[in-house]
């Protein structure tokens, strides 16, 4: 059964800072790898999808890696601003379960001027 | 825009009635899926299609059903809501890349 686990639960930065959020799963037999935001009362939006051939993708100030032999993702935020507060989740699809999302916890960031 | 849509926002019922969450997709994507999530669970899969006429459960489905009698709804039923039901709901589907996209989610409220 896929797990997926994200480190930090939580993360409180000044606004500039460069952070990395990271997420490990246990199958690597995936799909792909997808990064959420999630805000508050709010749906998921995709951030970012890595197809299980690729090792990054880039978009705007948001960088995500895959490396699917040790299991490991993350999501890299440049220059950190108020407005990226929200909780940041990730989820891999497939393995033996095509079609189907297992999701990390999430990371809850905040950002503070 | 082709979108994903819930309905309603925001239900309160009673222990034991019926609810119908309704979900509606105009993109023609064919696997479409129900979570639920909760606090310190995260986002579990409830059931879900990879077309019509099919349906699967997923890890939590006791208690809840699904129908997918054309390609843009899966209405899920909740068929005795019972108070360990409350939670938000989220209806997604997945694109050819295998990009999920969600819904706006579903508030449900059972006392």
């Known amino acids: 059964k896929q797990e997926v686990t994200q480190i930090p639960a939580a993360l409180s930065v000044p606004e500039g800072e460069n952070l990395v959020l990271n997420c490990s799963f246990t199958?690597?037999?995936?799909?792909?790898l997808q990064w959420f935001r999630q805000d508050p009362g709010k749906g998921l939006t995709s951030l970012l999808l890595i197809q299980s051939s690729q090792r990054e993708q880039t978009s705007g100030r948001l960088n995500a890696s895959l490396d699917k032999s040790s299991g490991r993702s993350t999501l890299y935020i440049a220059a950190s601003q108020p407005g990226d507060s929200a909780t940041y989740l990730c989820?891999?699809?497939?393995?033996?379960?095509?079609?189907?999302?297992?999701f990390g916890q999430g990371t809850i960031l905040t950002v503070h001027p | 825009d082709a979108e994903i849509t819930q309905s309603p926002r925001h239900k309160i019922t009673e222990t034991g009635r019926q609810v119908t969450l309704a979900c509606h997709q105009t993109?023609?994507?064919?696997?479409m899926f129900w979570y639920r999530q909760d606090l310190g669970h995260g986002l579990r899969l409830i059931h879900y299609?990879?077309?019509?006429?099919?349906?699967n459960k997923g890890e939590v489905s006791d208690g809840y059903s699904v129908s997918r009698s054309n390609t843009e709804d899966l209405p899920l039923t909740l068929e005795s809501a019972a108070s360990s039901q409350t939670s938000v709901y989220f209806c997604a589907t997945l694109g050819g890349t295998g990009e999920l996209f969600f819904g706006e989610g579903s508030r449900l409220t059972v006392l």
């Open positions: 199958d690597s037999a995936i799909y792909n």
């Open positions: 989820a891999v699809l497939g393995g033996t379960s095509y079609g189907k999302l297992t």
């Open positions: 993109w023609n994507h064919n696997n």
């Open positions: 299609s990879y077309g019509v006429q099919d349906t």
